[in-house]
Every structure is written in structure tokens, then in C-alpha cells.
């Protein structure tokens, strides 16, 4: 019986994985130059973490969960991690990260889970490469993070990326606006779809992010937030967006996007592409002040991004796929006291960092020339029993087709050679 995956799981194959770590290493480099730190948090959480955090009228907690009992503590839940900084915050309360340094600059990477309706660029279990700065509430750390993403996007080849941007005020500024929207609101709440019916009056603001288009209609022209901020948000705002212009990066001014979850403050943000379809966003995030006191540490600020892996890669391979990379050589042996010699020659090569491929099974010559080429060996080393009673081997060179022999002592030190090349 075939066993198959889950719906909205995927394996990333070999072929496609290059792609992932291609995206992975460029974004361990940019976070080394900005200073940041890896941070590695269990997949798994206790519920209230995520309920605590995110917010109880968010989609996620409300239907995107990957809940189930927890078998060890009658009555407590589990949940899959549905994203990061939760678990960030957790852990850096949990071990007091604080006391130490409390400026934290940190970045994770890994496998989210919520369980929507999988589509392109949607999936159940996806993948986040994500930053959360805690310890700073100063514009220019917001400038920073933005100047992070600009690099990285710069740095993987994706032109296509476009920033959208703006504050959600503070707990002195929001609620003014929270009560001006629902005024709004209220006013045409007939014309709303239920959901947004049900939540207004709890969280009105979730109306401006809902995706039906009659309440999208009902919105156009809903008070924006960016005309209620108190004047240190203003401030704030303004000193992010001078320095954006100073570094030469371009945005749009977007009073509508008011991010998924109850823990955004002043500075939000989402970076999106042309390119996508209808799952359009690429990053997204801002800042979250007061999630560390939420989360039972002391009030410190914060402010951080995710990235969806899965729409990074089908951005780059609309450019290009890179060669598939074989082993740098393959040998070929004929016989099976040529395959004895070859078998600790390969294992010594490959402890001194060579990579290099060998088999096991008896098979013509013919047909390990032809495997060589399908793995796309720069180079073969041929050893036959002939060979052996002489004491040579043969090098042949796939690109130039140049064959050689060497002396069977100065087989490694050929090959070591060329690696070196
Ligand atoms: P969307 O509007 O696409 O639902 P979101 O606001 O829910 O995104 P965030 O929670 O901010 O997304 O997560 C940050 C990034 O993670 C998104 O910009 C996207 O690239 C990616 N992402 C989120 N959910 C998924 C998913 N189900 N499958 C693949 N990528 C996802
Ligand atoms: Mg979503």
C-alpha cells in the first residue's frame, strides 16, 4: 500500500533543495554582516503561548492551529508552532537573555505550520526565515531591519520586491483610532461579510485586512491610522522613513495594512511581488513592544520580520536553475580487485574534502561513462584490473576529454590537486 504526505506538506527534492539552501546561505550572510545571532526553538509549544501572543480574533489562532492534547499534563495543549517570534520572545524571558545583554539581535529559520486552504505559495507546513531585535525601541533599528531585507533581496537576485509601509500607533494613539474605525464601521456593518461582523466590535482594525472584496469596498474610505498617531509615534515614523530615504530605498505608504496579529505597534511593514500571483506577500512584520511584558518579562521593546521560504524560491526559479552539482568525480573501475583498491583510495580522498562518487555493483564500462556524465563529474578516475598489474590509473577529464596516466602513488595527490584548482 503506497503511503503518501499530508495535504499542503511537500518534500524538497534534490534538484529544488539547492534552490532552499542557495536562499539559506545568503540569508545566514546577511544576518552575520547585520550582527544578527541563530536562535533554535522547539517546533512545538505550549497553546497559550501562541493564543497569549498572537491574539485570541487572529485567523491563525482561530482556525489555523495544529492543536492536540498533551499526554503528559491533563487539560494542556499543545500546538504546532504556526511562526517564530512567540517562541523567540518565550525563549529569551524563559532564559533571561536580559539580565545578560539586553540588546538581542537574533534569527531563526525552519518549518511553520497552519493548517489553511494549501494553494500555490499556500501550504500547511511552510517555511520562515525570520529576525526579532529585542531590546531596541529606536527608529533606526526599524531602519535597520528594512535595510536587512533591502540587501537580502538585492543579494538573491529578487528585483521584484516592493515595500509597503506604516504605523499602527502606540497603546496611547491606537485606541483613539480604534474607536474612530468602529464608528465607521458600525455604519455599514450590514454591508461586511460575517467574519468581519462577528470580530468588529472586539478588534475593528482586523476589518481593514480582511481579503472579501465587499468589505475591502465598504473600507475605501475608512479613516486612516496614520492621521491618529500621537507625536511621538509621528516622530518616530518620520525618522524611519527619513532614513529610508537617505539609503535610497523606496516604499509606499500603506494606513491599510494592519498586519495579521495583536502584537504590532507603531512601525509594520510588508514586502510583496508582482510576481506571486495572489499569495503576494513575500515578508512582512514590525515592531511589537509590548510582547515581552505580555509574554511575563520585563517592558522591553521589540521588533522583527518573517519571510516565507516557499515564495522566495518560486521568485528565483522564474529566473534560473542553477546545474545540478554531481560529485566532483567518479571512478570507474572493471573488476573487482580495481574496485577493492579504489574502495579506502575514495574514503581517504573524501576525509581530505574531495567529493567523489563510487558503486558498488559489477557494471560495464559503458555504463559508468554514461553515469559519470549524468552526474555531471568534472573528472573519472579509471582503474582496471590492466591498470592495477601495471600500477597505473586513468584520469580523464570530462571537459576537455583529455585522458592521463598516473602512477597509482600519485593518484591522490592528482586528484587532491585538481580540487585545490
Ligand atoms: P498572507 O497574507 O500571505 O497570508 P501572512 O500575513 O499570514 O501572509 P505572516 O504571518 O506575516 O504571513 O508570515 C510571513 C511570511 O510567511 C508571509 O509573507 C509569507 O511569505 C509566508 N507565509 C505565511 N503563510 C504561509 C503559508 N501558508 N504558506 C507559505 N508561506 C506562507
Ligand atoms: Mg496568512
Given at each position: 500500500?503506497?503511503v503518501?504526505?499530508?495535504?499542503?506538506?511537500?518534500?524538497?527534492?534534490?534538484?529544488?533543495?539547492?534552490?532552499?539552501?542557495?536562499?539559506?546561505?545568503?540569508?545566514?550572510?546577511?544576518?552575520?554582516?547585520?550582527?544578527?545571532?541563530?536562535?533554535?526553538?522547539?517546533?512545538?509549544?505550549?497553546?497559550?503561548?501562541?493564543?497569549?501572543?498572537?491574539?485570541?480574533?487572529?485567523?491563525?489562532?482561530?482556525?489555523e492551529?495544529?492543536?492536540?492534547?498533551?499526554?503528559?499534563?491533563?487539560?494542556?495543549?499543545l500546538?504546532?508552532?504556526?511562526?517564530?517570534?512567540?517562541?523567540?520572545?518565550?525563549?529569551?524571558?524563559?532564559?533571561?537573555?536580559?539580565?545578560?545583554?539586553?540588546?538581542?539581535?537574533?534569527?531563526?529559520?525552519?518549518?511553520?505550520?497552519?493548517?489553511e486552504?494549501?494553494?500555490?505559495?499556500?501550504?500547511?507546513?511552510?517555511?520562515?526565515?525570520?529576525?526579532?531585535v529585542?531590546?531596541?525601541?529606536?527608529?533606526?533599528?526599524?531602519?535597520?531591519?528594512?535595510?536587512?531585507?533591502?540587501?537580502?533581496f538585492?543579494?538573491?537576485?529578487?528585483?521584484?520586491?516592493?515595500?509597503?509601509?506604516?504605523?499602527?500607533?502606540?497603546?496611547?494613539?491606537?485606541?483613539?483610532?480604534r474607536?474612530?474605525l468602529?464608528?465607521?464601521?458600525?455604519?455599514?456593518?450590514?454591508?461586511?461579510?460575517a467574519n468581519?461582523?462577528?470580530?468588529?466590535?472586539?478588534?475593528p482594525?482586523?476589518?481593514?485586512?480582511?481579503?472579501?472584496p465587499?468589505?475591502?469596498?465598504?473600507?475605501?474610505?475608512a479613516?486612516?491610522?496614520?492621521?491618529?498617531?500621537?507625536?511621538?509615534?509621528?516622530?518616530?515614523?518620520?525618522?524611519?522613513?527619513r532614513?529610508l530615504?537617505?539609503?535610497?530605498?523606496?516604499?509606499?505608504l500603506?494606513?491599510?495594512?494592519?498586519?495579521?496579529?495583536?502584537?504590532?505597534?507603531?512601525?509594520?511593514?510588508?514586502?510583496?511581488?508582482n510576481?506571486?500571483?495572489?499569495?503576494?506577500?513575500?515578508?512582512?512584520?514590525?515592531?511589537?513592544?509590548?510582547?515581552?511584558?505580555?509574554?511575563?518579562?520585563p517592558?522591553?521593546?521589540?521588533?522583527?520580520?518573517?519571510?516565507?521560504?516557499?515564495?522566495?524560491?518560486?521568485?528565483?526559479?522564474?529566473?534560473?536553475?542553477?546545474?545540478p552539482?554531481g560529485?566532483?568525480?567518479?571512478?570507474?573501475?572493471?573488476?573487482?580487485?580495481?574496485?577493492?583498491?579504489?574502495?579506502?583510495?575514495?574514503?581517504?580522498?573524501?576525509?581530505?574534502?574531495?567529493?567523489?562518487?563510487?558503486?558498488g555493483?559489477?557494471?560495464?564500462?559503458?555504463?559508468?561513462?554514461?553515469?559519470?556524465?549524468?552526474l555531471?563529474?568534472?573528472?573519472?578516475?579509471?582503474?582496471?584490473?590492466?591498470?592495477?598489474?601495471?600500477?597505473?590509473?586513468?584520469?580523464?577529464?570530462?571537459?576537455s576529454?583529455?585522458?592521463s596516466?598516473?602512477?597509482?602513488?600519485?593518484?591522490?595527490?592528482?586528484?587532491?590537486?585538481?580540487?585545490?584548482?
Open positions: 500500500m503506497k503518501t504526505a499530508i495535504k499542503g506538506f511537500s518534500d524538497i527534492l534534490p534538484g529544488e533543495v539547492e534552490i532552499w539552501q542557495r536562499v539559506e546561505n545568503a540569508a545566514r550572510k546577511i544576518f552575520a554582516t547585520y550582527n544578527f545571532a541563530e536562535i533554535r526553538i522547539p517546533i512545538v509549544e505550549k497553546t497559550e503561548l501562541f493564543s497569549r501572543s498572537l491574539g485570541e480574533t487572529t485567523d491563525i489562532v482561530e482556525k492551529m495544529y492543536t492536540f492534547a498533551d499526554q503528559d499534563a491533563k487539560g494542556s495543549l500546538t504546532l508552532r504556526p511562526e517564530g517570534t512567540a517562541g523567540v520572545v518565550r525563549a529569551y524571558v524563559e532564559s533571561e537573555l536580559f539580565k545578560t545583554e539586553p540588546v538581542q539581535k537574533l534569527y531563526y529559520l525552519g518549518p511553520m505550520f497552519r493548517r486552504r494549501p494553494q500555490k505559495g499556500r501550504m500547511r507546513q511552510f517555511h520562515q526565515i525570520g529576525a526579532e529585542l531590546g531596541r525601541g529606536d527608529p533606526f533599528i526599524d531602519a535597520e531591519v528594512l535595510l536587512l531585507l533591502n540587501d537580502f538585492s543579494a538573491t537576485g529578487i528585483e521584484s520586491a516592493a515595500l509597503q509601509l506604516n504605523s499602527l500607533g502606540c497603546s496611547d494613539c491606537r485606541p483613539k483610532y474607536q474612530l468602529l464608528a465607521f464601521l458600525r455604519e455599514r456593518e450590514q454591508a461586511l461579510c468581519c461582523r462577528r470580530r468588529m466590535e472586539r478588534n482594525l482586523r476589518v481593514l485586512d480582511c481579503k472579501e465587499g468589505c475591502i469596498e465598504q473600507t475605501k474610505n479613516p486612516s491610522i496614520l492621521d491618529s498617531l500621537c507625536d511621538s509615534c509621528r516622530q518616530h515614523f518620520e525618522i524611519v522613513q532614513l530615504r537617505q539609503t535610497a530605498v523606496r516604499y509606499d500603506n494606513p491599510r495594512m494592519v498586519r495579521g496579529l495583536d502584537y504590532y505597534c507603531r512601525t509594520t511593514f510588508e514586502w510583496t511581488s510576481q506571486l500571483g495572489s499569495q503576494s506577500a513575500i515578508a512582512a512584520g514590525g515592531r511589537y513592544d509590548g510582547l515581552v511584558q505580555e509574554l511575563g518579562g517592558a522591553i521593546p521589540g521588533v522583527g520580520f518573517a519571510m516565507g521560504i516557499e515564495r522566495l524560491t518560486m521568485l528565483l526559479h522564474s529566473k534560473r536553475s542553477p546545474a552539482v560529485p566532483v568525480v567518479y571512478t570507474v573501475w572493471v573488476g573487482e580487485n580495481a574496485r577493492d583498491w579504489a574502495f579506502p583510495v575514495v574514503h581517504r580522498l573524501r576525509q581530505k574534502g574531495l567529493s567523489i562518487e563510487i558503486e555493483e559489477v557494471r560495464s564500462l559503458k555504463s559508468q561513462m554514461r553515469r559519470a556524465d549524468k555531471n563529474a568534472s573528472a573519472v578516475l579509471i582503474v582496471g584490473d590492466n591498470e592495477l598489474d601495471r600500477g597505473v590509473a586513468l584520469l580523464r577529464d570530462m571537459a576529454r583529455e585522458q596516466e598516473i602512477r597509482l602513488n600519485d593518484v591522490e595527490g592528482a586528484l587532491l590537486s585538481r580540487k585545490a584548482s
